[in-house]
């Protein structure tokens, strides 16, 4: 009976994750402040969250909001990841949401196999903000 059963379960166990409202969604801001004043783009970016969850009646914590980097190649850039929320949902936020609100220059939002960017600043270049390794490899001598 248990020989019947174990394909049922792994069956269902594959279908719950593949459709799991977990997945992550993740997040990259950039600001527009400048070296002197780069640490209050963190606290912008946690009041643009903060009045995303108001909205939606929910709360981020621990369990649902990581912030992944921070201050990304020296420039006030931080990448979040965000589970249990709608990914369009978002996205209709950010292209709603006043930019000079939260000093915003750039904004991606990735879902999966999805990436939408907005550039919030009259001039902007999204290259300038993704992730990219900042060592450089040495040769063996």
């Known amino acids: 009976m248990f020989r019947l059963l174990v394909p049922f379960l ?3 166990i594959v279908e719950h994750v593949n459709s799991s409202p977990w997945e992550m969604v ?4 950039a600001s527009e402040y400048n070296n002197s ?3 209050y783009a963190l606290d912008d970016f946690r009041d643009l969250f903060d009045e995303f969850a108001q909205q939606q009646g ?3 914590h621990r369990g649902n909001f990581r912030e992944i980097a921070a201050f ?3 420039l006030p850039v931080a990448k979040y990841g965000l589970r249990g929320v709608d990914c369009e949902q978002f996205r209709q936020f950010l292209s709603g949401i006043k930019a000079q ?3 915003l220059q750039y904004a991606a939002v990735r879902c999966g196999p999805m990436t939408f960017s907005f550039c919030m600043a009259f001039s902007c270049t999204p290259d300038d903000f993704l992730l990219r390794p900042t060592t450089t490899a040495i040769p063996w001598k």
């Open 72 to 74: 990304i190649n020296g």
């Open 26 to 29: 993740e997040v990259t801001l």
């Open 58 to 60: 929910i709360r981020f």
């Open 37 to 39: 004043t780069m640490n």
């Open 10 to 12: 792994l069956l269902a």
């Open 101 to 103: 609100k939260y000093h």
